[in-house]
């Protein structure tokens, strides 16, 4: 039987684990200046995070949430990962707009700080780490071989989830609500147009057109990489599944 998108996502996820020591992070239990609701991630990430809802017996809890949670996105992305470096392949100038004004708490955070969904949380949350505490320095400080290795890695699982949906994490647990085989938690919305109405504010995830490295970077990603490509997932290599979907 062949391995479905979440089993591959959770080897990427295994590799990137392996492959960052977050050791050496100021990053604690109970730090989380950097939850905010401006995370992006893709469909099957989104579908992760929904199984750990339903295997935690959390779909009232999160219904509520997205209902009731005090939501406001200040910015939605207006390219994925994979469109950005295919038009800075091709010498495209590409404008992101400005980052995002003020960052309201993830919906998702418990009062004690910790993550109600953590097993399950999307990679842009995984790659959330900081050399130096940022809730004293004002901004996350990562390695330049850690971004590197965190784009690669985004660039990977958007082409997993190539032509689904990619986008705001909320917009994102909204849209797929809306899809057949969520009905059970679909049914717990009040308003069925706020699922259907997210679909409007998403992209969608493009294949990979090729990684943006800089010389400097080439040796260290390459290696990460091959790790992750070679990564066997019932007994096929990672790049052998992704290139024969
Ligand atoms: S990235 Fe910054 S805010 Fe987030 S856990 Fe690490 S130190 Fe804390
Ligand atoms: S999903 Fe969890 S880890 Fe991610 S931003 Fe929200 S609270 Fe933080």
């Given at each position: ?21 977050n ?112 809730r ?27 032509k ?61 990489l ?19 979907k």
């Amino acid at each position: 039987m062949k391995p479905d998108k979440k089993e591959l996502l959770q080897a990427i996820f295994e590799v990137y684990e392996e492959w960052t020591d977050n050791k050496k992070f100021a990053c604690q239990e109970g730090c989380a200046a950097c939850c905010t609701q401006n995370v992006t991630m893709t469909a099957v990430e989104g579908e992760l995070l929904l199984q750990h809802i339903r295997e935690h017996k959390l779909e009232k809890w999160f219904a509520d949430r997205l209902q009731n949670g005090n939501r406001e996105i200040t910015k939605r992305p207006v390219m994925t990962h994979n469109a950005f470096a295919r038009n800075c392949l091709k010498g495209v100038e590409t404008n992101m707009g400005d980052p995002p004004r003020q960052q309201k708490a993830c919906l998702f955070l418990a009062e004690d700080n910790s993550c109600k969904v953590y097993g399950a949380r999307p990679f842009g949350c995984r790659c959330f780490s900081s050399l130096e505490d940022c809730r004293t320095s004002g901004i996350a400080k990562q390695p330049d071989e850690l971004l590197a290795i965190n784009t690669v890695t985004m660039q990977v699982i958007e082409h997993l989830g190539q032509k689904e949906f990619w986008g705001n994490i909320y917009d994102v647990l909204l849209a797929l609500c809306s899809l057949t085989g969520n009905n059970d938690i679909a049914g717990l919305f009040h308003k069925k147009s706020q699922l259907t109405a997210a679909n409007t504010r998403l992209l969608r995830a493009e294949p990979l057109p090729g990684f943006l490295i800089m010389p400097e970077e080439q040796e260290n990603v390459g290696e990460y990489l091959e790790a992750l490509f070679k990564k066997e997932i019932q007994g096929k290599s990672l790049e052998h599944i992704l290139n024969n979907k």
